[in-house]
T-cell receptor, first 111, second 113 residues
Framework: DVKVTQSSRYLVKRTGEKVFLECVQD?????MFWYRQDPGLGLRLIYF???????EKGDIPEGYSVSREKKERFSLILESASTNQTSMYLC??????????FGSGTRLTVV | GDSVTQMEGPVTLSEEAFLTINCTYT??????LFWYVQYPGEGLQLLLK?????DKGSNKGFEATYRKETTSFHLEKGSVQVSDSAVYFC????????????FGGGTRVLVKP
């Protein structure tokens, strides 16, 4: 089975901190994604990547950046965390044309 | 751009009742359609998918048929169980590079014994 592993299940950070969320997949998928999930808003795409060192903005990229130096790893970076970035963050990977495999999520609280 | 609209929840049912969750979409070309399920405290799991018009996806007693004429992909299950309590997401994937998924807002389903 494909596994997508997110480094932290729960995270509490202070306003203004730089935050790194890590995601690793073990099945050689080309595509990787970061979503945030908020009640009533569903999943919203922050950034995605379809190859190493490639990145594309999703629907809500403001306040975030990403890094994909290796095929298996896709990092989401909050340059200066703010309280409105408190959310559940979900990483996913896929082959082109295939379904997604999601990680278990990281619940981030910014205080 | 692409969009997915699904019925708002929560949907509360008794065990063995019939479940329908409506989903309609707007997309260019011929998207693939998906239903994902999220159980409490977990990430999303693929429930079923359909990649072309009139395809029927099915899994764990759930079914959905890709209806291009009505741009719909409604999820149905004939007899729900308490263990089906979850949030269900309808999604579509366009054909651009990157296989980007667009999700609906999710429908919370609560099945009572």
């Amino acid at each position: 089975d494909v596994k997508v592993t997110q480094s932290s299940r729960y995270l509490v950070k202070r306003t203004g901190e730089k935050v790194f969320l890590e995601c690793v997949q073990d099945m050689d998928h080309e595509n990787m994604f970061w979503y945030r999930q908020d009640p009533g808003l569903g999943l919203r795409l922050i950034y995605f990547s379809y190859d190493v060192k490639m990145k594309e903005k999703g629907d809500i990229p403001e306040g975030y950046s990403v890094s994909r130096e290796k095929k298996e790893r896709f990092s989401l970076i909050l340059e200066s965390a703010s309280t409105n970035q408190t959310s559940m963050y979900l990483c996913a990977s896929s082959l082109q044309g295939g379904g997604y495999t999601f990680g278990s999520g990281t619940r981030l609280t910014v205080v | 751009g692409d969009s997915v609209t699904q019925m708002e929840g929560p949907v509360t049912l008794s065990e063995e009742a019939f479940l329908t969750i409506n989903c309609t979409y707007t997309a260019t070309g011929y998207p693939s359609l998906f239903w994902y399920v999220q159980y409490p405290g977990e990430g999303l799991q693929l429930l079923l998918k359909a990649t072309k018009a009139d395809d029927k996806g099915s899994n764990k007693g759930f079914e959905a048929t890709y209806r291009k004429e009505t741009t719909s992909f409604h999820l149905e299950k004939g007899s729900v169980q308490v263990s089906d309590s979850a949030v269900y997401f309808c999604a579509l994937s366009g054909q651009a590079a990157g296989n980007k998924l667009t999700f609906g807002g999710g429908t919370r389903v609560l099945v009572k014994p």
